[in-house]
């Protein structure tokens, strides 16, 4: 810590730990994975019996024309289950890591009286290069004199564009293309070639949002990305997946069984529990992106004091 | 010849190693995460890989291919795939956290260098 952390990264002396100990460890592992690998089926070996055996009972046990969903629904539900459930335990630690201080049950006013020391502890107002920063910071979060929404500003209103949201180009782009991709998502999980797509069409929801909270700037968003509204949503979905492999018990005789109707094949409702899978994981994956962007985009400036550019005589 | 994609999986994921161990930018270390991450992604893909195979879809098969042929092995191997996808989902949310997590540390140490995170040093 003798010279100061930008010089190091300018100059390309970025500071490593032995680089050739790591090396030779890499080396053995890459030395290891190439013999391991070359005993690997190449492409002209047979399939393995377990792909064949999807391959095979996929029309008649699901009468469903696409194998891979049939296996990632169907024949693996358990293991996708455990995944989901992965998924929501990383969802909550993002959430718990993330979570700043907040009023609890029983507030006596600890948070109030922690700000203000707080404030002390800062001291940011007193210099004046803080202060302009605090106020730029202000002005970008929309806080400033700007018109409510983007939507009212003057068209050729001069520079700078505010991180509020971006220009009337970008906008009106965002809102031609918003209808298609959400399209364009709903098709992937209800028919695509056959049910299934619940994962992929979560990751176009968290799209959508994302598009949206880009163009238009995060206040327009908010009702939609609320944590209490994605959490409930979120919970809802886990809920839909629980009770949906859970029904299989009764009316089909174990945990993940297809106790849904089969209907024909290449229909909206082909593939029996499939398509309840799909869709509640849609819920689930997509509010649980959702809910892990916006939590580190709206992490608080939560800085422990700088000793070294902070002034320090009155720190502590 | 499939080895091609095995042996750049392999350097991949030997990249990422090397990486994590050499490293002190906690970011480029998850950055090395990422790496070998992926390198999972092309090693399950290349293995679901079959020559002159087509997607494992149910539908009328392709020209020049009868439903027996397409049974004996002429599709992509539709578990490797599914288990690819389970891969993407998980490496999403380790990513996630650890980020998460990076963005903590650089708040409560004031670095991102690994070595100045010694909160738990004796």
């Not at chain 1, 790591?22 to 690997?40: E, P, S, T, W």
């Not at chain 1, 046990?61 to 990632?72: D, G, I, L, W």
């Not at chain 2, 090693?43 to 392709?62: D, F, Q």
Request: with cysteine; charged share 20%.
């Amino acid at each position: 810590m003798s010279e100061p952390a930008p010089e190091r990264e300018l100059h390309g002396r970025e500071p490593m730990h032995r680089p050739w100990l790591g090396a030779l460890a890499a080396g053995g592992v890459l030395v290891g994975l190439v013999v391991a690998f070359a005993d690997l089926p190449d492409e002209t070996a047979a399939l393995p019996a377990i792909a064949r055996r999807a391959m095979v009972q996929t029309l008649p046990k699901f009468r469903t024309t696409e194998p891979v969903s049939a296996v990632v629904y169907g024949f693996r539900a358990m293991d996708t289950f455990g995944e989901t459930f992965l998924l929501l335990a990383a969802v909550v630690s993002v959430v718990v890591l993330t979570r700043t201080r907040e009023p609890r049950r029983g507030f006596m006013g600890e948070e109030r009286a922690g700000e203000e020391e707080q404030r002390r502890v800062d001291r940011g107002g007193s210099d004046e290069g803080s202060r302009t920063a605090r106020e730029a910071e202000a002005e970008e979060e929309g806080l400033g004199d700007a018109p409510a929404t983007p939507d009212d500003e003057p068209l050729a209103t001069p520079a700078p564009e505010r991180a509020e949201a971006m220009t009337v180009v970008t906008r009106t782009a965002v809102r031609v293309v918003l209808p298609l991709l959400a399209v364009a998502g709903c098709y992937l999980v209800s028919q695509g070639y056959s049910p299934g797509g619940g994962f992929p069409a979560g990751a176009v929801a968290l799209g959508l949002v994302l598009l949206v909270h880009t163009a238009f700037g995060y206040r327009r968003i908010a009702p939609v990305v609320r944590p209490v509204v994605m959490e409930a949503v979120e919970t809802v979905g886990a809920l839909a997946i629980i009770v949906a492999l859970l029904l299989g018990i009764p009316f089909a005789g174990s945990f993940a069984a297809s106790w849904v109707p089969l209907a024909p094949e290449q229909t909206l409702r082909s593939g029996g529990i499939l398509q309840v899978f799909s869709v509640s994981e849609l819920v689930e994956v997509g509010s649980g992106l959702v809910i892990v962007v916006f939590a580190l985009i709206g992490m608080r400036h939560d800085w422990a004091p700088d000793p070294e550019s902070d002034s320090s005589e009155d720190d502590r | 010849m499939i080895l091609v994609n095995y042996v750049v999986a392999a350097v991949v994921f030997s990249l990422g190693v090397y990486t994590i161990l050499t490293r002190r930018n906690l970011l480029k270390i998850v950055m090395g995460l990422s790496l070998m991450e992926s390198a999972g992604y092309v090693l399950l893909i290349s293995m679901a890989y079959r020559r002159g195979s087509t997607a494992p879809v149910l539908l009328k098969p392709p020209p020049g291919e009868t439903e027996r042929s397409l049974a004996r092995g002429n599709v992509a191997d539709p578990v490797l795939q599914n288990i690819a996808l389970t891969a993407v989902v998980i490496g999403v949310a380790v990513t996630a956290v650890l980020l998460t997590t990076v963005v903590r540390v650089a708040q409560h140490y004031r670095s991102l260098d690994a070595d100045d995170v010694r909160g738990l040093r004796g």
